[in-house]
Nanobody
Framework: QVQPVESGGGLVQAGGSLRLSCAAS????????MAWFRQAPGKEREFVAT????????FYSDSVKGRFTVSRDNAKNTVYLQMNSLKPEDTAVYYC?????????????????WGQGTRVTVSA
């Protein structure tokens, strides 16, 4: 079992950067693919990025590709989301998720454990 806890959200101006962290307890972390999702006010939750258990395979949504980078440090049981060139439309609550499988997935229903979320606000 893996329990994610996000941190690093905040208020940033458009064009700025933030790095989100997701610390995940549990011995299964190094066997788990991880992902970031986000939910903007009044919108459905959407996929942002995913990374396999080893960190060698990553995938991104088209809306963040080239601006966001997902990475992980299995020694620290932590996944990161580096967000650069932020836009007001990136404003959302960002959630970290873990699945009981090693392969990455962009489908929320494939994830078994979710964090409480961290809020990111990008001002124009």
């Amino acid at each position: 079992q893996v329990q994610p806890v996000e941190s690093g959200g905040g208020l940033v101006q458009a064009g700025g950067s933030l790095r989100l962290s997701c610390a995940a307890s549990g011995r299964a972390f190094s066997s788990s693919a991880m992902a970031w999702f986000r939910q903007a006010p009044g919108k459905e939750r959407e996929f942002v990025a995913t990374i396999n258990n080893s960190g060698r395979s990553t995938f991104y949504s088209d809306s963040v590709k080239g601006r966001f980078t997902v990475s992980r440090d299995n020694a620290k049981n932590t996944v990161y989301l580096q967000m650069n060139s932020l836009k007001p439309e990136d404003t959302a609550v960002y959630y970290c998720a873990a699945r009981d499988a090693s392969g990455p997935s962009s489908v929320g229903a494939h994830y078994d454990y979710w964090g409480q979320g961290t809020r990111v606000t990008v001002s124009a």
